[in-house]
């Protein structure tokens, strides 16, 4: 005992010079194998030897800080004092849902943030769930058909996550979605860190910043965007010519629409029945019946089969033109096609006929839809009253009606 006490005390090493209440951990690694040789007790109490403690505290004086900081995690209780919406909102989830995805979901229908932390919330389920992207998918499909408010926080954790695999098609998604809100900022920042991890924009991502840009009415970042797209060198499919061209509508521009509907034709390329719509209804608004006409020509040039409603813009476009003779051609022609006129179409007619005094022509289409058994709807049964009233014949044409009425029945009567 004594000869380990001289020789740890002479020893020349600085290290030795401490203080061996502080170093005696050292002291373990520089002669542990010749000090456990000996189980014999050496009186460390003698030389001022700190008990085992001291290696305690001095593990955990090596954590990391942070760790010390960080709280603990606890998983909220879903116990009965839920809400009424969060009650429904949970029997609405899919029995079939695996049970670390109901886990997550119900935890997230009731979120607080007074309570937890969301971030916290996800890491914990990431780290004793072990998720797969398969369940990423489970849990985003779930919390947008609840159109959830958090869903974009899971969404853009979910993507950082390795176990989701994100791909470029999991950003556009994103993209997409915050163009919908009209969330431009949230959206090119979801760009910028697609791009930052090394993901290159395609062309269904551009596609959806121009549907976002031209939504919110930004026609240069639309047209930058296209051009883009066009740089890619990838065949431009009807999806990406119908947000150009919605952004063109949007703000006015309808020749360049129509435009690029014509280049869209030439490469055999038909734009969606919604785009064409949207054409058309902009010619009819400001009563241009030539520009009109031609989208309807297109519209049947494309193969889509024109309906009540798209025959009613035509038939608007010439009526704000002040053209009525062509504005009841097209109407003839949407009844001789097979189709029943709406409640619009006819308000149309009849608006036109009034500022003709065309009474008698009125008189024949009503009594044409009676035989067709076509119902007045509100529209044009407001038309005909104000017409009426102000030709003082609102009883008249009651009576006339009615004896014509009264006439049609009495012939299928006898028919049997």
Known sequence: M?????????????????????????????????????????????????????????D?????????????????????????????????LSPKMTKRCMAIMKQIICFSPEKTNLYHLLVAWVKIMKPRRADWLVVLKELSSLNHPLFFEVAEFAILEESFEANVRDY????????????????????????????????VTLTALIHMYSKAGNLKLAEETFEEMKLLGSPLDKRSYGSMIMAYIRVGMLDQGESLLREMEAKEIYAGREVYKALLRAYSMIGDSEGAQRVFDSIQFAGIIPDAKLCGLLINAYVVAGQSHKACIAFENLRKAGLEPNDK??????????????????????IDMERDNIMVGKEASEILAGWFRRLGVVKEVELVLRDYASKEAKCKTSAF
């Open 2 to 58: 004594g000869f380990f006490a001289c020789n740890l005390l002479s020893c020349s090493n600085p290290i030795c010079a401490l203080s061996c209440e502080t170093r005696r951990t050292h002291h373990f690694h520089l002669w542990g194998k010749s000090f456990l040789r000996k189980p014999t007790d050496f009186g460390f109490r003698k030389f001022h030897f700190q008990p085992a403690s001291v290696v305690t505290n001095l």
């Open 60 to 92: 955990e004086m090596g954590k990391d800080e942070t760790e010390e900081e960080k709280p603990r995690f606890r998983w909220v209780e879903i116990g009965p004092d839920i809400s009424e919406a969060q009650k429904q909102a949970i029997s609405q």
């Open 172 to 203: 556009t998604k994103i993209i997409h979605g915050y163009g919908k809100l009209n969330r431009l900022q949230d959206a090119e920042k979801t760009m910028l860190a697609m791009k930052r991890r090394g993901f290159i924009c395609d062309q």
């Open 345 to 366: 179409c006819v308000a149309l007619i009849l608006a036109s006929y009034e500022k003709e005094n065309k009474l008698n022509k009125a008189l024949d289409l009503l």
